[in-house]
């Protein structure tokens, strides 16, 4: 089980055609072969999203943003649950409580400073599966750099220009 619960459990992200995600990542994952286009393809009847490796990095910068503000609604809600009632007659305490919470429960702004921690926990693991993706897809990158090197006659699959 994730993180965020089993929200993502069944979701696979490809950047260039290299898997990440619940069945532990990597090509070995089931990478599938490309759909068209630049990017990566899914094998057929898998969940998940296919992207090319800019798409990759724009939607991380986009769910990293959206966790951060996240993470700033939280603790402004988390102030919210600590509010006292303005005098201590009993209407008051009751509606506090129905708001900050207490006796009764959690009240109004304890459930929604849960519910915005739930929201947290979904886009930390978005983020860590497009970085984890993005990660795989630098790897074969350099991977296949060296490869490419070493059939070329360089041992540290290095450039020496365009002279050789």
Known sequence: MTASGNWLSDVMFWV???????????????????LGGSGGGAPSGSQG????????????EEFRAIHDDLVDVE????????????????????LNEAFAGGSSGPGVFGYGAGHVKKEIAYFSELVERLEKALGYVAEADESAG????????????GDRGALE
């Open 75 to 94: 603790r402004e809600a988390a102030s919210l649950t600590r509010l006292t009632p303005p005098a201590g007659d009993p209407a008051s305490v009751r």
């Open 146 to 157: 060296h490869h490419v090197g070493k059939a070329g006659g360089l041992e540290d699959g």
């Open 49 to 60: 999203f296919s992207l090319t490796r800019e798409e990759a990095e724009r939607a991380l």
């Open 16 to 34: 260039d055609g290299v898997a990440s995600g619940a069945a532990g990542g990597g090509a070995a994952a089931g990478g599938g072969g490309a």
